[in-house]
């Protein structure tokens, strides 16, 4: 796997509500003068009628980009807050996002770690295959301010190979990142954006204890991003693309490191 958030759409299909307590039949009524009292009680009735059972309220659809819940729902992590502004995870919409992402993977810097270089098609299958995978791993660009500028991929970690090189423990989560923008790059921008990142993923991940990454060896700027956000060096490991160093962030130790 390579060393490493279009904006969620509305689902059209939810049934509209039946207003209940109508009556269109006015044939054969009197004249008749109810009085105000009665008048208000009949009304908070109709309401009580009309508002669903708390079990049959309708359900607010989930983004059509946050797929299964392993990663519990990606796209609803919200903004992280940044001293330069805010940050947040977009889930990629490959209509929209593959032009940007595939110029990014044809940077000679990025392409010499994530071998993604090539025609539209070669990218495109790499999102494809996450995006209609079963949600054990969410391709993300990371949007500052309003302006795409990284992608990302958070990923199951204790469901990919990676778990094999070191003990995994259940609901692990794992980060990739490239910076697009070589004007974004070498300014210290990397490390703030994984700590943000990663304390997005113990805030909305409570089942998650630890955030693990594996950078390649070579990628020494990479490497210091990592331990510079509060990730230690556990291990080297040998991957099929690559010499990676494992690296891991604990959530008991977020607020030391």
Known sequence: MPSTESTPGTDPGVEP??????????????????PEELTELIAQERAALAEPEPSRRPVRPRSPWSGPDLLDCVADWGPAP???????????RLDRDLPLIVRWMNDPAVAAFWNLEGPDEV????LRAQLDGDGRSVPCLGVLNGTPMSYWEVYRADLDPIARHYPARPNDTGLHLLIGAVGDRGRGLGT???RAVSDLVLDHRPSSHRVIAE??????????AFLGAG???HSEADLPDKRAALVIRDRAYRHLL
């Open 231 to 233: 990730f230690r060096f």
């Open 123 to 126: 990218t495109a299958a790499h």
């Open 82 to 92: 940044l001293n330069s502004g805010s940050f947040r995870l977009v889930p990629v």
């Open 192 to 194: 703030i954006l994984l």
């Open 17 to 34: 509500r039946v207003q209940a307590g109508s009556d269109s039949s006015t044939d054969d009524t009197l004249d008749l003068h109810i």
């Open 215 to 224: 950078p390649d060896l070579r990628n020494t700027p990479s490497v210091a």
